[in-house]
């Protein structure tokens, strides 16, 4: 177990609606970086929260927000659903002396969405 | 471009057998590569690292390479067990950017046979 925990494990919503997903980085880390994994594809990275700021932002629409609490906490907040954002959304938690260092990710177990 | 993985790979062992999934990464710039293995359900799970000023590392029962030349990973797994059935994915990273994001490979599906 890498101590990371996600909440929900499953969600099911409409188009159109919009979802919060949660993240407990593991004890210590300050970096959590998020990533959305289609069926049969490797994990897309969405974006990454370094001490409570967006440090860095993948190919995703704004539709897609973020934020990071003073306990590193983060959540995933997505407006306007769209059928193809169904996936399973994993969060990864690290240990970052700098922006950008490259620390070990340890992933959680992920949140499966799916979008009707 | 980044992880294209729309068919999945999958190598099949017997049990006992050797392993060996293989990468090909795709920026010359990168210099940390990760090993990860998902099972199905699940996050994926770190296996062993290697930084680009290395080209051999060993972990317990895995081993990973690194030829630069030819931009290839590779992951060794000795005396292949049941338990180490699951998706195996390499993933990239390059230092001195503003973001620590990883890349992913497409993914290989390990079928271990009793």
């Known amino acids: 177990e890498t101590g990371v925990t996600q909440s929900p494990t499953h969600l099911i919503k409409t188009r159109g609606q919009q979802v919060t997903l949660r993240c407990s980085s593991q004890?210590?880390?300050?970096?959590v970086s998020w990533y959305q994994q289609a069926l049969g594809q490797g994990p897309q990275f969405i974006f990454q929260?370094?001490?409570?700021?967006?440090?860095g932002r993948g190919n995703f629409p704004p539709r897609f927000s973020g934020l990071q609490f003073p306990n590193y906490s983060s959540e995933l907040n997505v407006n306007a659903l769209e059928l193809d954002d169904s996936a399973l959304y994993l969060c990864?938690?690290?240990?970052?002396?700098?922006?950008?260092?490259?620390?070990?990710?340890?992933f959680g177990p992920g949140t499966r969405l799916l979008v009707l | 471009g980044e992880s294209v993985g729309l068919h999945l790979p999958t190598l099949s062992v017997q049990e006992g057998d050797n392993s060996i999934i293989n990468c090909a990464y795709s920026?010359?710039?990168?210099?940390?590569f990760i090993w990860y293995k998902q099972e199905s359900g699940k996050g994926p799970q770190f296996i062993i690292d290697?930084?680009?000023?290395?080209d051999k590392r060993q972990g317990q029962r895995v081993t990973v390479l690194l030829n630069k030349t030819v931009k290839h990973l590779s992951l060794q797994i000795a005396a292949t067990q049941p338990g180490d059935s699951a998706v195996y994915f390499c993933?990239?990273?390059?230092?001195?950017?503003?973001?620590?994001?990883?890349?992913f490979g497409t993914g290989t599906l390990l079928a271990v046979q009793p």
């Open positions: 920026n010359s710039a990168s210099d940390y």
């Open positions: 004890s210590g880390h300050n970096t």
């Open positions: 993933a990239e990273s390059r230092h001195g950017g503003a973001t620590n994001k990883l890349i």
């Open positions: 990864a938690s690290s240990l970052a002396g700098t922006a950008g260092g490259q620390e070990t990710q340890y």
């Open positions: 290697i930084r680009s000023n290395m």
């Open positions: 929260y370094y001490r409570e700021e967006e440090n």
